[in-house]
């Protein structure tokens, strides 16, 4: 594999204009592909939440209310793990093309669902699909985009999110008020199939996969997860570094019973709730690279970062709209916008981020965890009676921001630490750290509403999470350093392959 280092100076090859680094000729069809089932999974992200109310109702599943949604997460841990695991042997064209099938199929059966038993069965196809893709996307851009346009594609796909983010609960509403909730899910099945039509031409490109060995792969930049935390690299067909069903398994049941204890607290709940963070606990020591739960350098930091920076904004986002709705009297529609200003400033974080590559990205890192401390900080604010409702859309625009900035550098940086043959792990731990952190800190919200408040007057509890996580932030910005690696270098010492590698035509 032919590898180059990156050229700050600023030569017409290094200083690509986005719109060149996207849609040029040899990136247009994998941009397209990529962003069409980003977009139309946000759509069905956002849609459902919106239908829920309906589909249940109309199901007689009341008391299954939150199941669609944790069916959706276990299935979609599952599937990351293996996915990355599958990645790494195998390249991602097999993810590519069986994800999408998977979650096709969920639509499908989702929508044809005649009670909640088989609603069910579709939103775990659902969460497999997704699962699957977005391990497999990392790992096609990794090995399409150079270390300098990763950023830029990284911008597109936050971009991605705006559209749905907007347009994706009102229509939902529309379609469910006059076509009914099944449209939600059938109206996506026919653009999923043109997604991976667009991918197909590039996935053709690529042959047979052969991983990358050390002999034709660069080093990691700084450490891999095993160099951080000072033991002997390993190979990438080692047990402990490519999880496997059993700790996949141990970690969906454990998030599925930590889910439901917060959902239904009691005292058997607070048992069998207990219960759950052991089995995730015990499972993330496998499923995570070493070190994350300590001071490792390099990936582990990454990792950890990610999970930290994504819990605590997800934290803020659960509770937005119940504090704009019980707190300041907001209508269910009005409660929602700061979500939608949430995603264009997630949205303009990231376009920025990309414009200038050569930005130090443990900086950008570190900046992240400032901006959403302040956000989550504001959002507590917004939840004290006498606050006035438009501090929380300053919250989620400053939140959002450091969002922006910091999602695409730590995949930037996840990339930069790992050798070829470890990327689909990395990716794996890297989605899977986001969403087990963030369904432990919104379970923790659910806690404390259930506690010391109650939705009717959520005050008391938003005080407190807010303060809690603007402080769990403030941290992770204190210990974001490591995301550097051991060498502390960033973009200067970063390696970059100049053509897909690990592949034969």
């Given at each position: 594999?032919?590898?180059?280092?990156?050229?700050?100076?600023?030569?017409?090859?290094?200083?690509?204009?986005?719109?060149?680094?996207?849609?040029?000729?040899?990136?247009?069809?994998?941009?397209?592909?990529?962003?069409?089932?980003?977009?139309?999974?946000?759509?069905?992200?956002?849609?459902?939440?919106?239908?829920?109310?309906?589909?249940?109702?109309?199901?007689?599943?009341?008391?299954?209310?939150?199941?669609?949604?944790?069916?959706?997460?276990?299935?979609?841990?599952?599937?990351?793990?293996?996915?990355?695991?599958?990645?790494?042997?195998?390249?991602?064209?097999?993810?590519?093309?069986?994800?999408?099938?998977?979650?096709?199929?969920?639509?499908?059966?989702?929508?044809?669902?005649?009670?909640?038993?088989?609603?069910?069965?579709?939103?775990?196809?659902?969460?497999?699909?997704?699962?699957?893709?977005?391990?497999?996307?990392?790992?096609?851009?990794?090995?399409?985009?150079?270390?300098?346009?990763?950023?830029?594609?990284?911008?597109?796909?936050?971009?991605?999110?705006?559209?749905?983010?907007?347009?994706?609960?009102?229509?939902?509403?529309?379609?469910?008020?006059?076509?009914?909730?099944?449209?939600?899910?059938?109206?996506?099945?026919?653009?999923?199939?043109?997604?991976?039509?667009?991918?197909?031409?590039?996935?053709?490109?690529?042959?047979?996969?052969?991983?990358?060995?050390?002999?034709?792969?660069?080093?990691?930049?700084?450490?891999?997860?095993?160099?951080?935390?000072?033991?002997?690299?390993?190979?990438?067909?080692?047990?402990?570094?490519?999880?496997?069903?059993?700790?996949?398994?141990?970690?969906?049941?454990?998030?599925?019973?930590?889910?439901?204890?917060?959902?239904?607290?009691?005292?058997?709940?607070?048992?069998?709730?207990?219960?759950?963070?052991?089995?995730?606990?015990?499972?993330?020591?496998?499923?995570?690279?070493?070190?994350?739960?300590?001071?490792?350098?390099?990936?582990?930091?990454?990792?950890?970062?990610?999970?930290?920076?994504?819990?605590?904004?997800?934290?803020?986002?659960?509770?937005?709209?119940?504090?704009?709705?019980?707190?300041?009297?907001?209508?269910?529609?009005?409660?929602?916008?700061?979500?939608?200003?949430?995603?264009?400033?997630?949205?303009?974080?990231?376009?920025?981020?990309?414009?200038y590559p050569d930005w130090d990205r443990g900086r950008l890192v570190r900046t992240a965890f400032v901006l959403v401390a302040v956000g989550i900080g504001l959002f507590g604010c917004?939840?004290?009676?006498?606050?006035?409702?438009?501090?929380?859309?300053?919250?989620?625009?400053?939140?959002?921001?450091?969002?922006?900035?910091?999602?695409?550098?730590?995949?930037?940086?996840?990339?930069?630490?790992?050798?070829?043959?470890?990327?689909?792990?990395?990716?794996?731990?890297?989605?899977?750290?986001?969403?087990?952190?963030?369904?432990?800190?919104?379970?923790?919200?659910?806690?404390?509403?259930?506690?010391?408040?109650?939705?009717?007057?959520?005050?008391?509890?938003?005080?407190?999470?807010?303060?809690?996580?603007?402080?769990?932030?403030?941290?992770?910005?204190?210990?974001?350093?490591?995301?550097?690696?051991?060498?502390?270098?960033?973009?200067?010492?970063?390696?970059?392959?100049?053509?897909?590698?690990?592949?034969?035509?």
């Amino acid at each position: 594999m032919t590898t180059t280092t990156p050229d700050p100076s600023g030569s017409p090859a290094a200083r690509q204009p986005a719109r060149r680094v996207l849609f040029g000729r040899e990136h247009r069809g994998t941009t397209c592909g990529l962003l069409l089932i980003v977009t139309l999974m946000a759509f069905e992200n956002l849609g459902v939440g919106t239908a829920m109310p309906t589909m249940v109702a109309d199901l007689d599943g009341g008391e299954l209310y939150s199941w669609p949604f944790t069916a959706f997460l276990v299935a979609s841990v599952v599937a990351t793990v293996l996915s990355g695991r599958l990645c790494d042997r195998r390249g991602p064209v097999p993810s590519l093309l069986a994800g999408p099938a998977v979650f096709l199929a969920g639509l499908v059966v989702a929508g044809c669902a005649p009670g909640m038993s088989v609603l069910l069965v579709g939103r775990v196809l659902q969460g497999l699909g997704t699962g699957t893709v977005l391990v497999a996307t990392s790992l096609l851009v990794a090995l399409v985009f150079t270390d300098r346009q990763r950023p830029v594609i990284y911008a597109a796909n936050a971009a991605a999110w705006v559209l749905p983010a907007v347009l994706g609960p009102p229509i939902a509403g529309f379609v469910t008020g006059t076509a009914g909730w099944r449209w939600v899910f059938f109206g996506l099945v026919p653009l999923v199939p043109l997604g991976v039509l667009l991918l197909v031409p590039v996935l053709r490109r690529f042959g047979r996969y052969r991983p990358a060995t050390s002999t034709t792969e660069p080093a990691a930049s700084a450490t891999s997860a095993r160099e951080s935390a000072r033991e002997p690299a390993a190979s990438a067909g080692e047990p402990a570094r490519i999880a496997g069903v059993p700790s996949a398994a141990l970690a969906a049941a454990g998030v599925a019973a930590l889910t439901w204890a917060a959902q239904h607290p009691s005292a058997t709940a607070l048992a069998y709730g207990g219960a759950g963070l052991l089995a995730v606990t015990v499972a993330l020591r496998r499923l995570l690279p070493a070190g994350t739960f300590g001071a490792g350098t390099g990936l582990p930091a990454v990792v950890r970062s990610r999970a930290l920076l994504a819990a605590t904004f997800a934290g803020m986002q659960a509770y937005l709209p119940l504090t704009m709705t019980a707190v300041h009297g907001y209508s269910p529609a009005l409660a929602g916008m700061p979500l939608t200003v949430t995603a264009i400033s997630w949205s303009l974080g990231s376009a920025l981020q990309g414009r200038y590559p050569d930005w130090d990205r443990g900086r950008l890192v570190r900046t992240a965890f400032v901006l959403v401390a302040v956000g989550i900080g504001l959002f507590g604010c917004a939840a004290v009676p006498g606050f006035p409702g438009w501090v929380a859309f300053v919250a989620s625009a400053v939140g959002g921001a450091g969002m922006g900035l910091g999602v695409p550098s730590l995949q930037v940086l996840m990339l930069r630490h790992v050798r070829e043959s470890e990327r689909g792990f990395a990716s794996s731990a890297m989605q899977l750290g986001d969403w087990v952190a963030s369904a432990l800190v919104i379970g923790f919200g659910g806690v404390l509403l259930g506690s010391i408040a109650t939705a009717a007057d959520p005050a008391a509890a938003i005080v407190v999470l807010g303060a809690s996580l603007a402080a769990v932030a403030a941290a992770g910005g204190l210990a974001a350093g490591g995301v550097r690696g051991r060498t502390g270098q960033d973009a200067g010492g970063a390696r970059e392959a100049s053509a897909p590698g690990g592949y034969t035509g």
